[in-house]
Nanobody
């Protein structure tokens, strides 16, 4: 079984910062792309940022210049540094990965997510 556990969310005022962490555990052979997603109440889950195994990053227009995604391939961990947070960033944040586990290439299951609330 492969599990991705998100952490680091919380309540922060507008303009503040948070750093989210996602750690993958289990019998993982390798990880290709990793990404962060978010889902606000009543809305579909949306892609926030992705990073390839080579370090190439992509961001949603709404977070460019404010969020930074990074990874440590030796620890199967991906982070999301969030600066200049806005109320519109309020959502449950999830990570996901394309990986090889148990001899099969697949997309990871969704974890529990971590709640980010931006409010004064």
């Amino acid at each position: 079984q492969v599990r991705l556990v998100e952490s680091g969310g919380g309540l922060v005022q507008p303009g503040g910062s948070l750093r989210l962490s996602c750690a993958a555990s289990g019998r993982i052979f390798s990880i290709n792309d990793m990404g962060w997603y978010r889902q606000a109440p009543g809305k579909q889950r949306e892609l926030v940022a992705t990073i390839t195994n080579g370090g190439t990053t992509n961001y949603a227009d709404s977070v460019k210049g404010r969020f930074t995604i990074s990874r440590d391939n030796t620890k199967n961990t991906v982070w999301l540094q969030m600066n200049s947070l806005k109320p519109e960033d309020t959502a449950v944040y999830y990570c996901n990965a394309d990986l090889i586990a148990d001899g099969r290439y697949r997309r990871s299951d969704w974890g529990q997510g971590t709640q980010v609330t931006v409010s004064s």
